[in-house]
């Protein structure tokens, strides 16, 4: 009888202390941890389940009954804590989410170009107006397209200075636009007239002129009875209408394999003394033309070349190519 007495007490102690605790739940994660004392694997109402062992038959039944009521009740007053707890978290929710509709609306933040893709837009619009059209190529090229077909066989000099990043199965990422050119003379017969921008790349060290990566905008015009003049005048107008008609404009012959001749062209702004350097020029070399089955008896043309980021840097003042590579908001929202 005692044990059975110790029992019915153990059984009211727990409903009222469980009853007690459900009452100052706060969260889902509070009702759980009760849940787990008191009727987990070993919580409380399942040691009283192993108590009954000791009590005489006769009182046996009857503790094992009021053992199964309150585990009834204590699990239905936790699912219903649960319950209440869930929906006042939803309201909750809905109250700090809720929409007024009458607020102004919030503008979504649009972003820009990038300064490198406005001045190539740029470069490219000229060009065009020019009569010259857009050709683009892959940037993995093979050594034929980037080198072979334009003058530069395997162990020419010219190839130290290009500093190739080479990939598997003898191809490369492409050091210069100008395989476009032969690409497109491949497919099509002169006039060829065209304009290739894009992206290149070559194994330099970063600092303040020299980047990995760059961009740019090279130009071709095949056809019948072209010369140096027809390329003065192209630059000419080009460089007028990008950096201003009060620049001036001079040649410097140099060496390109793919022209003959070559030439370097410099500007100098109206109120400097210094000449600076923008592009190379020159007319197609024989070879090349030949290379596309084209007939250099018949046909002559004239390409050049720039840099994307030199022409940003030269307009805008930039002194380091790191600078648009380093995605600084608050350099790239100046352009």
Not at 113 to 124: G, M, P
Not at 246 to 270: G, L, Q
Request: aromatic share 10%; proline share 6%; charged share 35%.
């Amino acid at each position: 009888m005692e044990k059975y007495t110790d029992l019915l007490e153990q059984i009211e102690e727990i409903e009222e202390d469980s009853s007690d605790k459900l009452r100052d739940l706060k969260s889902l994660d509070d009702c759980e941890q009760v849940r787990v004392e008191y009727l987990g694997r070993n919580g409380k109402i399942p040691n009283l389940f192993q108590r009954l062992g000791e009590l005489p038959d006769e009182y046996r039944a009857e503790a094992g009954k009021k053992i199964n009521q309150l585990k009834s009740s204590l699990d239905e007053r936790i699912n219903e804590k649960k319950r209440e707890l869930e929906e006042e978290k939803q309201k909750n929710q809905l109250e700090e989410e809720s929409l007024d509709v009458t607020l102004p609306g919030r503008r979504r933040g649009v972003g820009k170009l990038h300064i490198l893709t406005q001045v190539q837009n740029e470069l490219v619009e000229i060009f065009k107006r020019m009569g010259f059209s857009r050709a683009t190529g892959p940037e993995v090229e093979t050594d034929y397209y980037n080198f072979e077909a334009l003058n530069i066989p395997e162990l020419h000099p010219a190839r130290d200075e290009w500093d190739s990043l080479y990939l598997d199965d003898g191809v490369l990422l492409r050091t210069h636009t100008s395989p476009v050119q032969i690409r497109v003379m491949e497919d099509h017969r002169p006039p060829v007239k065209i304009i290739c921008p894009g992206k290149c790349f070559r194994r330099d060290t970063p600092d303040a002129t020299h980047y990995p990566v760059f961009f740019q905008v090279e130009l071709l015009w095949i056809d019948r009875e072209l010369s140096f003049a027809n390329l003065k005048y192209v630059i000419k107008t080009f460089v007028e209408e990008f950096f201003g008609p009060d620049f001036e404009m001079r040649f410097r012959a140099d060496y390109f394999p793919f022209t003959e001749p070559s030439a370097e062209v410099d500007i100098r702004p109206p109120d400097g003394d210094e000449w600076l350097e923008i592009m190379g020029s020159g007319m197609v070399d024989p070879n090349v033309l030949e290379a596309v089955d084209y007939d250099p008896e018949k046909y002559q043309g004239f390409a050049l070349g720039l840099g994307v980021d030199r022409m940003a840097m030269l307009k805008y003042g930039i002194d380091d190519i790191r600078l648009f590579y380093r995605n600084d908001l608050r350099f790239l929202r100046q352009f």
